[in-house]
């Protein structure tokens, strides 16, 4: 970027004359003056300029708040700048804007009449905008040199005597900028036929704008910025119109050329026609003055919403005026700017190229500037920012279809199909629709193509394409599914997919494969169609609709209900026993309109359908069908009609019956021998269907109690479901009781016995066998996982809270003490277990009910529902805060929460937690000769304390001081019982804990623990003690730092105490305007300027290092992607961690020191 700009030399060549004149002016002027009107006046005397130092120094003044002066008017030339009503041209500007119009006409009029009082009022306006009050005196205007005028003004704003109106939030001002630049197109507008071509209004114009642009003060720029670019634009669209007048005068010439007469009227032709093109070669010429003079400095300038705002109008300027801009000279720069560190410059750039890309006869022009830019813009589809990605999908959008980029380049841009954000999903599947599916291009050939290229079966069958790469994955496939679906209107006609999948069209013949995928696309179609998300929502936040929306989903049901009446029936049958197409196929049974099934008269059809769906359920046993099933078994109960909602209800009844039956026989033919398998799958049903409803399976439970405990090498699988199934009985036997108005006794009774049978093989056959049977085995892993979860709810279900001063008093349990620590010691095993182990089971059913956020989920529910005392319970899961890593680390952290919000003690949970993992850290020091084994033990034990003391930070450290002093003495306490065995407890847990308190506190916590070693000789067990001086010595560290840093605040604020925050530092060399130097020297391709560009960014600033663009993905990797927790794999530190280690292994032959 640039270096602050400097005044041009002729402020360094003045005439003597011309100063003298200037500085008499200015002294007469002062005598006729009172000194209270000369604030606004500067005199351009030379001991009054400011030196070149003093203007490049100055730049750090302009960005602080300006002191404001008050506008007064002058007397002089009153009556050129208040044309009408007395209001001069910034009091116009300042206004509503309609007057400017009639302003400027007046205006016009004048300067034709007198043209330096008018010249002087305008120029006063300009300097005006940009919030300084100085006046050039009418005699002196052709001698008075730009460059004085110009340090006098920044010397102005040195002072701080300039107002900022462009970025003013005074309501007065919300129109200024508007009207500005309203005011200088209808300048030039009104003078295209005299003033614009004299050679001296705009120049002189042009030569301020151009000045002031280059001026350190922000505001300068801006108005300057903001009048030139206008002015550009405005003398566009006069030379558009010279234009058009040349190319009429050019075929009125060419027709009186063919009548072989030369006369007056060709005479006057052709002179009209030089000196229209006269005309045009001035504007251009103008154009290209404000272009170098202004455009190259700003359009990289340090102010983003300058360079904004030049991006913006050099679009506009090439779009509107390609005769001239469209050229690679003018080009490169809207290529530059791609890379702009600004988000709004690099959305400003792609939008003026998604504007120029959008008329195909540009794209000739635009051949080198896309093949030098190209990958750039490729790259923005993944920008940090948003927006700017979008807009830059939406520009490759625009390549393609012009055919100007190659296939190779496009395969990360298809890996955002899964991309977080949903809009640049929404983006990429607009893409992914236009070029792969619909295939438009401006090509010939796609001209040429018919309309079965169109049809929605070649629409389809593209999208089948697609998915394929995604078949193994059937959440990435609804993610493309949910990408594209707004844009491809083949995937709401129900009847051409109904027709794919059945068959009936010669033409297409499915694979398997393309047949699963067209029915996930189905189901998710409908879902989409009424309303339903398919991809879960970034925010969590519920989905609300307005009436139109609601109308139309409403329709968009009906649609389907009536497509798929007569055909579902026949899907269902086709494909019932293909446990990959079913699920999805029963699913669309929910988003149907049961009712238009009576209204239809197609009541046959619908127990059809029902009758298929308790076919398919009673078919599979996979989790997904079955749960598919059960939902739309519920759904037709609840939203059918009269004899339809009967006969529902009654195949509900039947399935229930058929289950029990099942379950009896599977039962007995196990206990006759017999293999489990039907026995299983018979209860994962029973288990599903018990999840929404109540069944009636009292006369099974006790069989099942006494099943449990009659064979116990059941497989695991088939023990977890017959616990979950005897568990959810009991909690709806419960629910049933609590809903009911009275309390019946023998429903109490019958309760109680069936919680005993439950307990007793929970807590008094499983909690016993499970910790010492456990083996490597992953179905032992997950059995002992249900067992925990299946406890921790049933306790949650009877805790004593539930049920105290109620008739129901008898139902509140609490377990006992012992039956707690073996819970604990059991989940503590679950959540030790390795992550590769844990890691193979996640592609099996019900993983997330069997892992150990389940584990801790169901341990922290004891706790934070007081269902279990937290004495024991609490500390213990505590001590695993960063043991596990981030999904347990939450759980943990949202408990600690809830304990504070209750006002429980945490004080003393967090030192007994701390305890607990010093505990374990010194049984594993003792027990194993590995110090990489003890070094990350004591290592989990400093980053435990370390986390729990990040809790007490800002208001919060107050708040708990006297908690934080409690844990650090009671701490202290804890280390030097049998000193030095626990004395490292200093080190790894209390000094975390310390660096809370005040340094008051500090010392005198220093003084208590020098104090307690007073009569001890630590030399006796140097290593023992190590942990104790390395505590005392950091203590005295920060001790004395903090003094010398008071003593070094009293010497130096004696004076003066400054209250709030400190004062920034500031930049005396002051900030730097640009931050590439000057290009006024422009080459005329973009060859030659790349070197140029290159030197350009290695000239950036350190601060931007970091890349703009994110890498993009690998499609592979993408396509691998799986819903994985977000922890450490194992990756725990076991590096140094002091002498703790040795000291607990000295302490195991040293014993304690006299």
């Not at 093109?277 to 919403?305: A, C």
């Not at 055909?567 to 999805?584: C, M, S, T």
Request: net charge negative; glycine share 4%; with cysteine.
């Amino acid at each position: 970027m640039e270096d602050t700009p400097v005044t041009s030399e002729t402020a360094n060549r003045r005439t003597k004359r011309t100063r003298a004149q200037t500085a008499a002016a200015a002294d007469a002027d002062r005598t006729t003056k009172a000194s209270g009107d000369n604030r606004g006046e500067t005199s351009d005397r030379s001991d009054q300029s400011p030196n070149q130092a003093e203007f490049d120094d100055s730049f750090d003044d302009f960005e602080g708040p300006r002191s404001k002066s008050k506008r007064k008017r002058t007397s002089e030339g009153a009556s050129a700048a208040a044309p009408v009503d007395g209001q001069s041209l910034i009091e116009v500007i300042k206004g509503n804007g309609k007057l400017i119009s009639q302003v400027v006409k007046v205006w016009v009029e004048q300067y034709e009449k007198d043209s330096k009082p008018a010249m002087v009022g305008l120029l006063m306006m300009l300097f005006e905008a940009c919030g300084a009050k100085y006046r050039i005196r009418e005699e002196f205007l052709d001698e008075t040199d730009v460059d004085d005028v110009v340090v006098a003004l920044v010397s102005l704003a040195r002072r701080g005597e300039v107002e900022d109106y462009q970025s003013s939030k005074k309501k007065e001002f919300k129109n200024f900028k508007d009207n500005l630049t309203s005011f200088w197109d209808n300048l030039v507008i009104e003078c295209q036929s005299g003033p614009l071509f004299d050679q001296v209004l705009f120049d002189k114009c042009m030569d301020y704008v151009i000045a002031l642009s280059c001026t350190p003060p922000r505001i300068f720029r801006q108005v300057a910025s903001l009048v030139g670019l206008q002015l550009v634009t405005s003398l566009i669209n006069v030379a558009k119109t010279l234009g058009a007048q040349r190319e009429t005068t050019q075929r009125q010439l060419n027709a009186e050329r063919k009548k072989h007469t030369d006369g007056p009227r060709v005479e006057s032709l052709n002179k009209r026609l030089s000196t229209t093109h006269e005309k045009i070669t001035v504007i251009d010429t103008m154009m290209r003055k404000i272009f170098t003079g202004l455009f190259v400095h700003r359009y990289r300038d340090i102010d983003p919403e300058i360079r904004m705002s030049c991006i913006q109008s050099l679009g506009v300027w090439i779009q509107s005026y390609p005769s001239l801009f469209l050229q690679d000279l003018y080009l490169k720069y809207l290529g530059w700017t791609l890379n702009d560190k600004n988000a709004g410059v690099r959305k400003a750039s792609v939008l003026a190229l998604q504007n120029l890309y959008e008329v195909d006869d540009n794209v000739p022009s635009l051949g080198l500037f896309t093949e030098r830019f190209s990958n750039r813009m490729i790259e923005l589809a993944d920008d940090i920012d948003i927006s700017v990605a979008v807009c830059g999908i939406g520009l490759v959008k625009q390549l393609l279809r012009h055919q100007l980029l190659n296939e190779d380049d496009l395969g990360s841009l298809y890996d955002l199909l899964i991309d977080d954000p949903p809009e640049i999903r929404r983006a990429i599947g607009s893409l992914v629709y236009e070029h792969l599916i619909a295939q438009k291009s401006n090509s010939s050939q796609s001209h040429s193509r018919g309309n079965d290229d169109d049809s929605s079966e070649v629409h389809l069958g593209r999208m089948l394409q697609i998915l394929r790469e995604f078949s193994t994955d059937q959440i990435l496939s609804t993610y493309v599914i949910d990408d594209v679906w707004e844009y491809m209107d083949a995937m709401k006609d129900w009847k051409c997919i109904l027709s794919m999948l059945l068959d009936e069209n010669p033409m297409i013949e499915l694979t398997d494969e393309d047949a699963t995928n067209l029915i996930r696309l189905l189901s998710a179609s409908v879902k989409k169609a009424v309303g339903e998300r398919i991809v879960p929502a970034t925010d969590n936040r519920k989905q609300y609709y307005n009436k139109a929306q609601r109308e139309m989903m409403e329709n968009n049901r009906r649609d389907v209900t009536i497509s798929m009446m007569k055909r579902y029936p026949q899907l269902l049958r086709k494909f019932i026993a293909d446990k990959g197409k079913i699920a999805p196929l029963v699913d669309i049974v929910i988003n149907m309109n049961l009712e238009l099934y009576s209204l239809k008269r197609q009541e046959q059809h619908f127990k059809t359908v029902l009758q298929l769906v308790k076919e398919a359920f009673c078919k599979h046993g996979e989790k997904d069908i079955l749960r598919c099933c059960v939902k739309a078994i519920n759904f037709c109960n609840t939203e059918s009609r009269g004899e339809l909602q009967d006969f529902a209800q009654n195949k509900l009844k039947e399935l229930e019956d058929e289950l029990i039956s099942k379950l009896k026989s599977a039962m007995s033919e196990v206990a006759g021998g017999d293999d489990e398998y039907s026995l299983l799958v018979t209860l994962k049903r029973l288990y599903e269907l018990q999840l929404s409803r109540y069944v009636p399976i009292e006369s099974l439970y006790d069989e099942m109690g006494d099943f449990l405990k009659r064979f116990h090498d059941l497989d695991d699988e088939v023990v977890n479901f017959l616990l979950l199934n005897m568990y959810l009985h009991v909690a709806w036997c419960l629910h049933s009781i609590i809903n009911s108005g009275t309390v019946p006794e023998e429903s109490v009774r019958s309760l109680l016995a069936k919680r005993s049978t439950l307990f007793q093989h929970l807590e008094y056959y499983y909690l016993e066998t499970l910790p010492e049977n456990q083996g490597e085995g992953k179905g032992g892993n997950k059995l002992a996982c249900r067992v925990c979860t299946v406890l921790a709810e049933m306790w949650c279900l009877f805790r004593q809270t539930n049920f105290a001063s109620t008739n129901l008093d008898c139902l509140g349990y609490c377990p006992e003490e012992s039956s707690v620590q073996k819970f604990w010691k059991l989940c503590e095993q679950q959540l030790n277990i390795s992550d590769e182990t844990e890691d193979e089971e996640v592609q099996k059913e019900y993983v997330e009910e069997t892992n150990r956020d389940a584990i801790m989920i169901a341990a922290c529910k004891l706790i934070a529902t007081d269902a279990v005392p937290k004495e024991y319970l609490g500390p213990e899961i505590i001590s695993h805060f960063v043991m596990h890593g981030t999904s347990v680390a939450e759980i943990v952290k949202h408990l600690i929460a809830v304990l504070k919000k209750k006002d429980d003690d945490v004080s003393k949970l967090f030192l007994e937690a701390l305890k607990r993992a010093y505990h374990r850290h010194t049984v594993v020091a003792l027990e194993s000769n590995d110090y990489s084994l003890a070094g990350k033990s004591f290592q989990e034990c400093k980053d435990l304390a370390a986390r729990l003391s990040g809790m007490f930070v800002g208001a919060a450290r107050n708040k708990h001081l006297s908690d934080i002093m409690k844990i650090v003495k009671d701490g202290i306490d804890y280390a030097f019982i049998d000193a030095p065995k626990q004395i490292s407890f200093l080190d790894g847990a209390v000094v975390h804990f310390v660096s809370k308190l005040p340094t008051p506190d500090r010392l005198e916590i220093l003084k208590d623990v020098q104090k307690r070693t007073e009569n001890v000789n630590t030399e006796v067990d140097p290593s023992g003690w190590c942990p104790y001086i390395t505590f005392v010595d950091g203590l005295n560290d920060k001790y004395a730092k903090n003094e010398d840093f008071q003593v070094a605040e009293e010497k130096e604020g004696m004076t003066v105490r400054r209250r709030g925050r400190p004062r920034k530092s500031r930049n005396l060399q002051g900030k730097k305007l640009f931050d590439e130097q000057s290009s006024s020297d422009e080459e005329d391709s973009i060859q030659v300027s790349d070197k140029d560009a290159q030197d350009e960014e290695q000239q950036e600033d350190d601060d931007e290092e970091e890349p703009l663009i994110h890498s993009i993905r690998s499609s592979s990797k993408l396509r691998s992607l799986r819903v994985s927790r977000e922890e450490n794999k194992g990756q725990r530190r076991a590096g140094d961690f002091g002498q703790a280690t040795e000291n607990v292994a000295a302490s195991r032959t040293s014993g304690p020191s006299s």
